[in-house]
């Protein structure tokens, strides 16, 4: 059976980091695409940051650029997003996702989703 666990969310100040982990089981990570997306309150669902099958390429929204980095660990089957220098905007339900196809980071493109982990940036 194909799941995804994500953990490592919390509550953070701002300027802190927190680094979310994605384990897979039932398939193997690095045939998919692979990406991070976050739903804030009220919100649509939106892509954080992708990495294309085989990690050929990487994108990230421009909200995140150079503050986050996600990366996987194909040994562990586990994908990683750092996050550096939260802010209060960057609060929302992170989910780990994986997609057959690498096409773009949109919620739309991709097959399987993690349960979610909470992260807020607040004082």
């Known amino acids: 059976q194909l799941q995804l666990v994500e953990s490592g969310g919390g509550l953070v100040q701002p300027g802190g980091s927190l680094r979310l982990s994605c384990a897979a089981s039932?398939?193997?990570?690095?045939?998919?695409?692979i990406g991070w997306f976050r739903q804030a309150p009220g919100k649509e669902r939106e892509g954080v940051s992708c990495i294309s099958s085989g990690g050929r390429s990487t994108n990230y929204a421009d909200s995140v650029k150079g503050r986050f980095t996600i990366s996987k660990d194909n040994a562990k089957n586990t994908m990683y997003l750092q996050m550096n220098s939260l802010k209060p905007e960057d609060t929302a339900i992170y989910f780990c996702?994986?997609?057959?196809?690498?096409?773009?980071?949109?919620?739309?493109?991709?097959?399987?989703w993690g349960q979610g982990t909470q992260v807020t940036v607040s004082s």
């Open positions: 996702a994986a997609a057959i196809l690498s096409r773009r980071c949109v919620a739309e493109n991709y097959d399987y």
């Open positions: 039932g398939f193997t990570l690095d045939y998919y695409a």
